[in-house]
């Protein structure tokens, strides 16, 4: 990813996207069950971010605001690192 976020931003990829990196048009049924998840792969870091880094799977808290926009020609989420939980 080209992109690079400030401070303690984090990139993730959003799950309701309709359409997968390699040009995969989901049904309504893959996107409703993508949407409920909170478990997400890391994409890009901010310079300020101590917790992830890029490849984590980062557990996000479900109650959690995101900036939606695309990126890279991927659909993302930009999240404040505070708002992870936990990764695996």
Same mark, same amino acid.
């Given at each position: 990813?080209?992109?690079t @976020?400030? !401070?303690n931003w984090v990139v993730l990829p959003d799950p309701t !996207? *309709?359409?997968t990196e390699s040009g995969i048009?989901? +049904?309504k *049924? *893959?996107?409703r069950s993508r949407a409920k998840s909170n478990v997400l792969k890391v994409?890009?870091?901010g310079p300020q971010c101590f917790f992830v880094k890029v490849g984590d799977t980062a557990v996000? +808290? @479900?109650?959690s605001e995101a900036i939606q926009m695309p990126i890279d020609g991927q659909d993302c989420l930009l999240i404040s690192e505070h708002q992870i939980v936990g990764k695996e």
């Open positions: 990813m080209k992109f @976020p400030n !401070s !996207s *309709t359409e048009i989901l +049904d *049924t *893959t996107i994409l890009a870091v996000i +808290d @479900p109650r």
